[in-house]
């Protein structure tokens, strides 16, 4: 008996249909969202999203529907363009969506910032009254789309516009666009997320009966739960053909295509090679049929649940019906019918991606490979990276044998830089070796060092150390030395230019500098401005290093706006991500917020992956900085998650490291932190080292374990030395203070702090010089010398305060003798001050005299008074008063008496 149909009621959903109805009328009143529906295939999330929209009809809410096939990421704005002629079919919107149409059919040379906030704009501006925007399969979609639907849920909390996305959770593979934005955007609380689950047997039982219009005998829907495990789609199949209740959905789907006319069980496996959704014109041509067998056809389709028709297209009921029928398809019979559908589409104008794909499923390499360079190409000048890589990956599977060796070179190259944009680092360097390989095949030395500093800046990505690095860039200017005309000056001017900054990357300033002035001097004027470009990005850094401030920043900002107004992309996301991390590094924090959020938004819009994570990292270093340790940890796992380079992991561990830190959780501390010292140590770079030997001496001391911090001080000392360095050194220098006071005594710790502070006032960062002061007032507390202690140690709260400094501004509070202060503050991040930090009963003994005038500043008597009581001078009450106030940690008298009244 064919019951196959969807249930009249929705079984198992009661709380996702209150939540959308919540999400409604918030929309309705103004404050609309982003909603994303996840699970599984056949769980029912078009079935859920149906009801919503029709529960948004109800309340007159405008509603527009669109959904994205496989294949669609391959094509930028696929699924856009389809909401766009969802738009112009409905009057409110279809002013709005034929201006959307426009836009993307001419925005082949539109920069993707302004096509994204264009497009953004444009839905946005068609929100007067409630809107619905219904999106379907948001897994299949492409990164430019994801990236506008983000945008709009960014502004729909001010909207009434709520948009609704479903996806499948089990296909968010690494590669796929939807799989970053959503971390990005849950994370970043810009959309909500409830997933849909599996039913349970009374569900089961409860589906079969309002399928079957009434309740069936328990061991049929006993057999149907087993076989279904609870999927709604599967429930559905396995009802339909219940008298022999199949094994399998696609059994279940065959199954029913047998009780179909030869017209229309042939009709099905052929739209079945175009997707999920598919074209009706598109159809017609690839069957041979006249109009009217198709319409008999698809009717039949229509009844028997196995397509539903949309405005110009035809969809599946389910993508797994379509692969069952797909897979039962003879090799041959769908070969044959993949090339008809190539050969119908290009003619048809459809978009290269689709063709490439169909004439490749067809065995036609050689078609295949045509439109997918030419998709490939238009993809990448779009922005859309990962499309672009997808489809030089598909192009080099279907070159030509024939192909010559220069395009096949210059293929390979093309893969190369897409991928590296796109954070796949290993398959990168791997094409980048070929394509040198093949240059040195092609006897073309220019070509062949012209790829070195792009490979390398892969291989750097990788871990690859300096000296690795520094080898290959020199390794390839042997290649050049027989010619000085201006291509081969271009090429020299770039492998010095990379060589300043693998030297700038170890803050081996003066080296740097020295390549960087030789590339400028040898580059052909206004030829190379990508590479100078990339230039300013490292001098500036340098100059920042080397405590040039003014000129550094402003060498930097020159450096972003000239390569975005170039529309150089990779240049521009480095100069973000060089300007933002130096800031974070330098103390500079509200700069740093300042860049680095502009660049994360920059590089997010051109698909600048590598760049992003790193600045995402960097951010997360910086609200770790200054306090605010829960967008922190959101921030740094999230890079960890998503980040593929090297530098964003170890950058990513150190955060990770000092909140676990900061929250007393020692050994994650120690677990995060001695990664990220492995690593770095194999790059041998000071950035990547440094840090993490910090965090591990902080830990040491939080642990009592005074030799290992001192250890991890004089090892970070010893490296920063060597080149001279203040901006990674400043945290050491109180830490070892502090290590040096618990160990060997003032004067050890003094002598350290003279080695540490000469090199923090030989380069004169601004932001670094809070430490000497700092180091100095723990000394003189240590000592006794409470006035000088007061002064110095006064001197360092108001400056780590100014630069908002969380962790040496706390314990510059609580040395002071403020604990509240510091207190309340690590209580505002969820932690207990360290252990170090804590005001025991009495930091040392007071002396006899010391507890007799505490006695008499409990009882609420003044210096003078004291001084009148014990026969001694004013002056002397007062300095005992002093005295004992650094010795129990206190800053005001009430907590003096506080403490008396402990010792009674």
């Not at 790193?614 to 605010?628: E, N, P, S």
Request: net charge negative; with cysteine.
């Amino acid at each position: 008996m064919e019951t196959a149909h969807s249930s009249p009621v929705l079984i198992g959903r009661a709380d996702l249909v209150a939540l959308a109805a919540r999400r409604l009328t918030a929309a309705a009143a103004g404050r609309g969202e982003l909603l994303f529906l996840a699970g599984e295939a056949g769980i029912g999330k078009t079935r859920l999203l149906a009801e919503i929209v029709r529960r948004a009809r109800a309340d007159a809410f405008t509603v527009v529907t669109a959904g994205a096939a496989p294949g669609d990421a391959e094509v930028p704005a696929g699924l856009l363009a389809d909401l766009a002629a969802a738009m112009c079919r409905q009057p409110p919107t279809a002013e709005a969506g034929a201006r959307m149409a426009a836009r993307l059919r001419s925005s082949a040379d539109e920069p993707r910032r302004f096509l994204v906030t264009g497009l953004t704009d444009l839905v946005a501006a068609a929100v007067a009254k409630p809107l619905l925007v219904a999106l379907e399969d948001l897994h299949w979609a492409d990164d430019l789309t994801i990236e506008v639907l983000g945008r709009l849920g960014r502004r729909a909390p001010e909207l009434p516009l709520l948009l609704v996305g479903t996806y499948r959770s089990d296909e968010l593979y690494p590669r796929v666009p939807m799989r970053q934005w959503r971390t990005r955007l849950l994370t970043q609380r810009q959309a909500e997320e409830v997933r849909l689950t599996r039913l349970s047997l009374d569900d089961t039982a409860a589906m079969a009966a309002a399928i079957a219009g009434g309740t069936l005998p328990g061991t049929v829907t006993g057999a149907v739960f087993a076989r279904s495990d609870g999927i709604p789609l599967h429930v559905e199949e396995f009802l339909a053909a219940r008298d022999r209740v199949p094994d399998t959905l696609a059994d279940a789907v065959l199954a029913r295509a047998e009780q179909l006319t030869d017209g229309a069980r042939g009709l099905a496996g052929v739209a079945s090679v175009l997707g999920r959704s598919f074209d009706l014109d598109l159809l017609t041509a690839i069957t041979g049929d006249d109009k009217g067998a198709v319409d008999d056809g698809l009717r039949e389709l229509a009844e028997r649940f196995f397509v539903q028709p949309q405005q110009d297209t035809y969809d599946f009921r389910h993508a797994l019906i379509r692969d069952a029928l797909y897979a039962d398809l003879a090799p041959h019979r769908r070969r044959e019918l993949h090339a008809r559908a190539a050969a119908a589409a290009a003619a048809a104008g459809f978009p290269a991606a689709f063709v490439s794909d169909q004439y490749e499923r067809a065995a036609r390499p050689g078609l295949a490979f045509a439109h997918a360079r030419s998709a490939a190409g238009e993809a990448a000048a779009m922005s859309a990276h990962r499309e672009a890589a997808e489809l030089y990956r598909r192009a080099r599977r279907t070159m030509p044998v024939e192909l010559p060796a220069v395009e096949r070179v210059e293929l390979c190259t093309a893969l190369a830089r897409e991928l590296a944009t796109v954070d796949e680092n290993e398959a990168a360097a791997e094409c980048f070796a070929e394509a040198y390989r093949l240059r040195l095949e092609l006897d073309d030395p220019l070509g062949a060092a012209e790829l070195v500093p792009d490979w390398v800046a892969v291989r750097h990505l990788l871990g690859a150390d300096l000296d690795e690095r520094t080898a290959m860039l020199r390794g390839a200017l042997p290649l050049i030395a027989f010619r000085s005309d201006d291509p081969a000056q271009e090429v020299r001017a770039g492998i010095h230019a990379a060589l300043a900054a693998a030297y700038m990357l170890d803050r081996r300033l003066g080296e740097a500098v020295e390549d960087g002035e030789l590339a400028r001097s040898i580059a052909v004027e206004d030829c190379d401005r990508a590479m100078r470009c990339n230039l300013d990005a490292t001098l500036g850094s340098v100059f920042l290093f080397a405590g040039r401030l003014d000129e550094g920043y402003e060498l930097l900002e020159d450096s972003i706006a000239r390569a975005t107004g170039w529309r150089f992309e990779g240049q521009a996301a480095r100069g973000y991500r060089m300007l933002g991390s130096s800031a974070s590094v330098l103390v500079e924090y509200d700069r740093a917020l300042r860049w680095l959020s502009e660049g994360i938004a920059y590089a997010e819009r051109v698909e600048q992956v590598n760049d992003r994570h790193y600045l995402v990292a960097h951010l997360a270093h910086v609200r770790w900085a200054i306090g605010d340790w829960d967008t922190a940890s959101v921030a740094a796992a999230q890079a960890l998650a998503e980040g593929g380079g090297i530098t964003t992991r170890i950058t990513a561990l150190h955060v990770l490291g000092y909140l676990a830190m900061g929250r007393g959780q020692l050994a994650t501390a120690v677990e995060h932190l001695s990664e990220a010292a492995s690593l770095g140590a194999g790059m041998r770079e000071l950035q990547r080292v440094s840090p993490a030997w910090w965090g591990l001496a902080e830990v040491a001391l939080l642990g009592g374990d005074v030799a290992t911090a001192i250890a991890r001080c004089e090892e970070g000392f010893a490296a920063s030395a060597r080149v001279r360095d203040a901006a990674y050194l400043f945290p050491y220098v109180v830490t070892g203070v502090r290590a040096y006071l618990a160990s060997a005594g003032p004067d050890a710790a003094r002598q350290w702090l003279g080695r540490t502070a000469a090199l923090l006032t030989e380069r004169g960062i601004p932001g670094t010089l809070g430490a000497v002061p700092h180091g100095r007032g723990l000394i003189e507390r240590h000592e006794g010398r409470t006035g000088k202690a007061r002064e110095s140690l006064s001197s360092a709260a108001a400056f780590w305060a100014q630069r908002r400094r969380f962790w040496e501004g706390t314990a510059a509070l609580m040395e002071l003798g403020d604990p509240a202060a510091a207190q309340r503050a690590y209580a505002a991040v969820g932690a207990a001050c360290p252990t170090y930090l804590d005001v025991p009963a009495a930091r040392s003994t007071l002396s006899a005299r010391e507890i007799q005038v505490a006695r008499l500043v409990a009882y609420g008597l003044t210096n003078r008074q004291i001084a009148a009581e014990l026969t001694i001078a004013p002056k002397t009450a007062a300095a005992h008063v002093e005295h004992i106030r650094t010795k129990l940690g206190v800053s005001r008298r009430a907590q003096i008496a506080a403490w008396v009244a402990t010792q009674r």
